[in-house]
């Protein structure tokens, strides 16, 4: 006699029907299809209520999920048309970088910062972070500056460690140190001393870098010319086109998601995606990706991942 075994049925753990896995749900915002002022989006970010901002060549763009709202400077006291970066602090305060300083917007007053009536290094702006201080940190084509709300310093090639003036991107680790990507290397600063890490010293893929992201296991991923390199503290780990499922060498920019999956834009050949062991690659022929020149990405508080593409408009990825 057998029990607990029915050739008629089975247990609850057998008989459940495994459910076929939803396609992922692709959306692309443009200027034909909603309020986007611009196709070419430079930069995203997403407030503490879930507004997504936009950087476009033609003004910012706010989005509630169902109401645009354009800000120019004709609307509004935004210094540029051009706008390459954004970033929310604690407060709410909305930073934004242009061509020609920088502009925060508080929800109803503008103030504008340029080397005019600021400490600002320069007035082109490429990228805007905040660190666990509050201080703001402006990566110019004259270097860096951070401002804590009263006082401007700027760090350049001529009076500290700062490999290059050209800074495209930044990241800030749980020690406190600032990770600067720059056209010769990255240089890394502990608030006293400087590193700098380029392919004669280290294994950096290339000494173009244009993006940083830091992982939870404080792995610093950079995106170059060449391929991305991960760096432990210790090794270094490249993947490109030639050893790995990375698509495209060129890497715009890099996101971590809240699986630990990263995602990496590139100028040529969409996404990809690495969970650590296996690649996939979005692009315009195989999913519902607005342009393969993908320029920045942003993930919300429900998972969706926000493209901003050359000259797709923006690509909402949900899976």
Not at 259 to 278: A, M
Request: glycine content about 12%; aromatic content about 16%.
């Amino acid at each position: 006699m057998i029990v607990g075994f029915s050739f008629f049925g089975c247990s609850k753990k057998c008989t459940e029907s495994k459910q076929p896995k939803k396609p992922p749900e692709w959306t692309i915002y443009n200027t034909s299809n909603s309020g986007l002022v611009y196709n070419r989006v430079n930069a995203i970010a997403i407030d503490a209520t879930g507004n997504k901002w936009f950087a476009t060549w033609m003004g910012v763009c706010k989005f509630d999920g169902t109401n645009w709202t354009t800000y120019t400077p004709l609307n509004s006291g935004l210094a540029s048309y051009d706008v390459r970066t954004i970033a929310v602090d604690a407060s709410g305060n909305k930073w934004f970088g242009t061509y020609d300083g920088v502009s925060m917007f508080d929800g109803a007053h503008w103030t504008k910062y340029d080397t005019l009536n600021s400490g600002l290094a320069d007035n082109f702006i490429m990228i805007i972070a905040i660190d666990q201080s509050g201080n703001k940190w402006f990566g110019t084509y004259g270097g860096v500056s951070k401002f804590d709300g009263t006082n401007w310093t700027t760090y350049d090639t001529l009076n500290s460690g700062l490999v290059d003036n050209r800074v495209w991107a930044m990241a800030f680790d749980a020690s406190g140190n600032k990770w600067f990507a720059t056209w010769c290397g990255v240089s890394k600063f502990d608030g006293t001393d400087w590193i700098t890490y380029d392919r004669s010293n280290s294994g950096l893929a290339d000494d173009g870098v244009i993006a940083i992201v830091i992982d939870s296991s404080s792995n610093k991923w950079f995106g170059t010319y060449r391929g991305v390199s991960k760096f432990d503290g210790i090794n270094w780990t490249t993947y490109d086109t030639s050893n790995i499922g990375l698509e495209d060498n060129h890497v715009t920019v890099i996101a971590v998601d809240a699986s630990g999956n990263k995602w990496f834009g590139s100028s040529l050949s969409g996404v990809s995606r690495f969970d650590g062991t296996n690649w996939i690659v979005y692009d315009t022929a195989n999913s519902g990706l607005g342009d393969n020149w993908v320029i920045a990405m942003a993930i919300d508080a429900l998972g969706n991942i926000w493209f901003g593409t050359n000259d797709g408009g923006v690509s909402k990825f949900h899976e």
